[in-house]
């Protein structure tokens, strides 16, 4: 029974300390993962940079021009506006 109590007792303590190894290896895990990503992005925007510059140059090639104003048709105004009060 003696042995059955230590061990309870020290399984209350390892226990919460293994939890706390648990989380920082996987944080560990996420971090070097999250690098990884970042680096294979960062060489996917540099290679297609020539690309990306061409495109956004014909984009504001085609339209210079900005777009008229939209207007409201009479038919549309509100019935307030269309009593002539505001």
Known sequence: MVTV???????SVAYPSY???V???N???AQSFLLEVSAIQGRFL??????????LRSATTACPLPSPPITRSPSMQSPVSRLGMF
């Open 46 to 55: 540099v290679d297609t940079e020539p690309t990306r510059r061409g495109l």
């Open 23 to 25: 989380v920082r290896s």
């Open 27 to 29: 944080r560990a895990a």
């Open 5 to 11: 109590a230590i061990v309870g007792i020290l399984a």
């Open 19 to 21: 939890l706390q190894y």
